[in-house]
Nanobody, 114 residues
């Protein structure tokens, strides 16, 4: 049963910005370290960033300094602010638990192109 809902993707030019959102029921959101993942065409899904319940964050080295992950536990929502986007950031972005992911949502498509 899919319970994560991602939104905010779209088409953006290189150097542009997007803000992704992830909504989930409190029972599978608040107690957990959450993560953003992405999957580019022909590639495996990879973790982009993660944030624990207290707000501590960790990033893949290729997005550090460009992306910011955050969460609002009162709203059961996680965010990914993506700045200085590059063509290689084009992928479907998903949210899920950082450890032992549950069923995947539909994701949100991010396309970086001129």
């Amino acid at each position: 049963q899919v319970q994560f809902v991602e939104s905010g993707g779209g088409l953006v030019q290189p150097g542009g910005s997007l803000r992704l959102s992830c909504a989930a029921p409190a029972s599978i959101f608040r107690p957990y370290t959450m993560a953003w993942y992405r999957q580019a065409p022909g590639k495996q899904r990879e973790m982009v960033a993660r944030v624990n319940g207290g707000g501590a964050t960790d990033y893949a080295y290729w997005v550090q300094g460009r992306f910011i992950i955050s969460r609002d536990n009162a709203k059961n929502t996680m965010y990914l602010q993506m700045n200085s986007l590059k063509r290689e950031d084009t992928a479907v972005y998903y949210c899920n638990h950082a450890v032992d992911p549950l069923a995947w949502g539909q994701g949100t498509q991010v396309t970086v192109s001129a």
